[in-house]
């Protein structure tokens, strides 16, 4: 599956931005998906993540980000609202395979980056002060 971000830009703080990803290629699969953040000089964090069962997000984003999805799931969006300067990086979409056991099928958390397989080229996001 090839994943494509769009939707960043440059915003003031206290400001909002609408992430958008698309999915191309093997789109009929099953795969979790989720954001994920890397700002200059730092470790990729997980954002949020989106399954059958739920939403999971980081505590830094929790009550500010919502991570939404498409009926036809080949549309991941990240709304992000009252942005501040610590959230500027480049974010990324991805997607993962779903784990399998005893009958139970369960998504990668965003603390397990490298579950997720497939990324996007990412789309920076800048919130000045």
């Known amino acids: 599956v090839e994943l494509t971000e769009s939707g960043g830009g440059e915003v003031q703080t206290g400001g909002s931005l609408r992430l958008s990803c698309k999915a191309s290629g093997d789109t009929e699969a099953t795969y979790c998906m989720g954001w994920f953040r890397r700002a200059a000089g730092k470790e990729y964090e997980g954002v949020a993540t989106?399954?059958?069962?739920?939403?999971t997000y980081a505590d830094s984003v929790k009550d500010r980000f919502t991570i939404s999805q498409d009926n036809a799931k080949e549309n991941l969006y990240l709304q992000m609202d009252s942005l501040n300067p610590e959230d500027t990086a480049m974010y990324y979409c991805a997607a993962a395979l779903p784990r399998h056991a005893g009958g139970a099928t369960w998504c990668p958390t965003p603390e397990e980056k490298d579950e997720y397989i497939f990324w996007g080229q990412g789309t920076q996001v800048t919130v000045s002060t």
């Open positions: 989106i399954d059958s069962h739920g939403t």
